[in-house]
């Protein structure tokens, strides 16, 4: 499936619209759809138990203590929302256009299926946690003790933001992470290398491989073991799609769909972390799993549903931020490996701007603490490489 429209149709507004999840997506999608005066029924299944809730300040905000909720604008009686908190889709049967819970079954006209992205986990059965839910933050929050041994598996976005925390907390901290560098996934090797010195209060260890968590400790590849009160692994996340098992809706790593959100299932579409998007900008399905992506296809995906075969593409510049180590960090577009880069660094060598091309259009851009120049940066995606100061 690229961007053109599936072969199936849906001749007119659903009764019945499903949402399967209970995240940022879900949250926009059903106010979307009242917004777009959609009187039908619309049931919410969430396997949590809490109305949906923002998860990027579980890591920043509830870690630090500053805050214990992070409700989402979401009121299910205002919005005329059956919500069913606490229960699981296990299944879709797209014949019988049904979605099969742990709690009965349920029709629908319409589905969405926003069910976000569970963390990766190492083998062992050591203290080990990782960051996805309230419950998980909470949990942690409280394990921040000072002088606690803290071991973070991965140096990424969610390694920085909990070493940010635990660091404030007073706990000693160990940061494993299997490539070269910090951020050499998302950043590449060279600008990951610059960013060495916001970890200067962690004991960074790069290029090492764990092969498990057990309750003495991080078994490392080499036989080393590295104690620990508690481990954090952080080394990324898996749609949360298996439960699609068999259903028809076509999956590789998320829900494929087209720009329109749309799946190849007539009624169908996903969003946010768990879907696999079609985008022109780089010609092919991408998972976003970013915080921008997962609200702003709401209008896409209520659209689609709405008429099937009318209605805007979504395919936005990529966006996300992340606050780490005292700065705050923002990124747009997506770069390649051998893209052109312009690199302005602070005064600790640590990256201030990096400005990824490719034959003079501009790629990406990422400015750290340089909030004044995201909108020139996120409008010129694309386009030549304008001047930036
Ligand atoms: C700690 C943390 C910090 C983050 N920080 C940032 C940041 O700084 N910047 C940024 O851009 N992005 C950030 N993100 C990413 C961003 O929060 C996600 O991209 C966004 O939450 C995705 O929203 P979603 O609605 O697609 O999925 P989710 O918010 O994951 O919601 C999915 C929901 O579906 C439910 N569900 C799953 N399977 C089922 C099932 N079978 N049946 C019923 N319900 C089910 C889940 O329980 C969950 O409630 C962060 C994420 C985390 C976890």
């Not at 890591?59 to 203590?65: D, N, P």
Request: charged share 20%; aromatic share 6%; glycine share 12%.
């Amino acid at each position: 499936m690229t961007g053109a429209a599936p072969g199936a149709t849906v001749g007119t507004t659903p009764d019945r619209i499903v949402v399967v999840g209970g995240g940022l997506a879900t949250a926009r999608l059903c106010s979307t759809l009242r917004r777009k005066k959609y009187v039908g029924h619309l049931t919410v299944v969430s396997g949590e138990s809490h109305a949906p809730y923002d998860r990027p300040p579980l890591s920043k905000a509830v870690l630090a203590g500053k805050r214990d909720d992070t409700a989402l604008p979401f009121d299910a009686a205002k919005l005329e929302v059956d919500l069913r908190l606490g229960v699981r889709a296990t299944g879709v049967d797209v014949d019988q256009r049904v979605v099969r819970t742990d709690a009965g079954d349920l029709p629908f006209d319409g589905l969405a299926i926003a069910t976000g992205a569970t963390p990766v986990r190492l083998p062992g059965n050591g203290p080990q946690v990782t960051l996805r839910t309230l419950e998980d933050a909470l949990a942690l929050r409280s394990a921040l003790m000072p002088g606690a041994r803290i071991v973070l598996i991965g140096a990424s976005w969610i390694g920085a933001e909990v070493a940010t925390a635990a660091l404030a907390a007073g706990c000693r901290v160990t940061c494993l992470e299997l490539g070269p560098t910090p951020f050499h996934n998302a950043l590449g090797d060279e600008i990951g290398g610059m960013t060495r010195s916001w970890w200067s209060d962690v004991e960074l260890r790069t290029s090492t491989a764990v092969r498990s968590v057990e309750p003495d400790g991080v078994h490392l590849a080499d036989g080393e073991i590295v104690p620990a009160d508690l481990v954090v692994t952080g080394i990324g996340v898996r749609p949360d799609v298996a439960w699609l098992a068999g259903s028809g809706i076509p999956v590789e790593r998320g829900i494929l769909t087209d720009d329109r959100c749309r799946t190849d299932v007539a009624g169908v579409v996903a969003l946010g972390d768990a879907a696999q998007r079609w985008s022109a900008h780089t010609g092919t399905h991408r998972l976003a799993e970013h915080w921008d992506e997962a609200g702003t296809a709401a209008t896409a995906a209520a659209a689609a549903l709405l008429d099937w075969h009318a209605g805007p593409a979504h395919d936005p510049v990529p966006y996300f931020w992340s606050d780490l180590f005292g700065r705050s960090l923002q990124y747009v577009g997506a770069h390649r490996s051998d893209d052109a880069t312009s690199i302005v660094r602070s005064s600790d060598g640590s990256p201030r701007r990096v400005v990824w091309s490719r034959g003079g259009i501009l790629t990406a851009w990422l400015g750290v603490d340089a909030q004044k120049e995201l909108v020139k940066a996120r409008t010129s995606v694309g386009g030549p490489v304008p001047e930036f100061d």
